[in-house]
Structure formats: C-alpha cells, structure tokens
C-alpha cells in the first residue's frame, strides 16, 4: 500500500487572498472557496483525474484561516522549475511583479536558485531551468 500526497496545507491569516496569490502565480485555479478555507489545483487536475488512478492524482494547495502572523523561517518550502523553454529572469519577474519578494536565507552568492517569499512571507525557491 502506499499513501497519495493529497495536498500542502499552507496557513495564513487572509486565505482568500494568499490562496489566488498562489493561483495566480502557478496558473492554477480555486477548486473550492469558504471562509476559512481555500484549495487550488492545477487547471487540468479537474478534467484528468477522472481519468487516473487514485494514486497519480496530483495535489492541491490549502489554505486555512489561522489568527496569527507568520513569524519564523518556513520548515518546508515549495521549489519552482520552469522549463528549458521558458526564461527563468521572466519568472521570477513575473512572481515580483505579482509581489513576491527576494530573501536572503543564508543561501551565498553562487547557488543555481533564487530564493522569494510570497505575499505571506512564505519563502519558496526558482530553481534553474529544467527538462523534466
């Protein structure tokens, strides 16, 4: 047997804000919207995984409604790869443009990804371009 990675839950104090930040940011989409909860996934998830096992069904992002601020270095961060294809200065432009902020986490000068935190503080890596 093994467990399906359903989702990452992401806590923050505006969920409806920080969860279409994220949606906008990775061209996914909002899946389900309440007060205190809001889950993305990608575009396609909702047409493909009628079509795939349990087990291959990608995971969502969740957000829910906490009362405090975030106030120390994320545990867990999300890593970012855009292709070959793409240009990576164009991402991480586009992720500023949207908010996201440069961060220093003690990563030196000469590593191959850009560290960003989103409009929460959440850090988060850009990896470089990869083929898979």
């Known amino acids: 047997m093994a ?7 992401i ?3 505006d969920v409806s804000r920080l969860a279409r930040w994220w949606a906008a940011a990775l061209d ?16 396609w998830a909702r047409e493909l995984s009628a079509k795939l096992e349990f087990h291959q069904v ?12 975030k106030q120390t270095k994320n ?3 999300m890593d970012l790869a855009p292709h070959t294809s793409d240009d990576r200065d164009a991402e991480i432009a586009r992720l500023e443009s949207l908010g996201a902020t440069r961060i ?7 590593v191959s990804w850009t560290v960003l935190a989103d409009i929460d503080g959440n850090e988060f890596c850009v990896l470089s371009s990869r083929e898979v």
Do not use: C
């Open 58 to 69: 990608p995971p969502g992002l969740v957000f829910v409604r906490v009362d405090h601020q």
């Open 11 to 13: 806590e923050t104090t």
């Open 104 to 110: 220093d986490v003690g990563q030196g000068p000469d």
């Open 3 to 9: 467990l399906r990675w359903y989702s990452n839950v």
């Open 28 to 43: 996914w989409e909002v899946m389900y919207e309440a007060a205190d909860e809001v889950v993305i996934v990608p575009k």
């Open 75 to 77: 545990r867990i961060h």
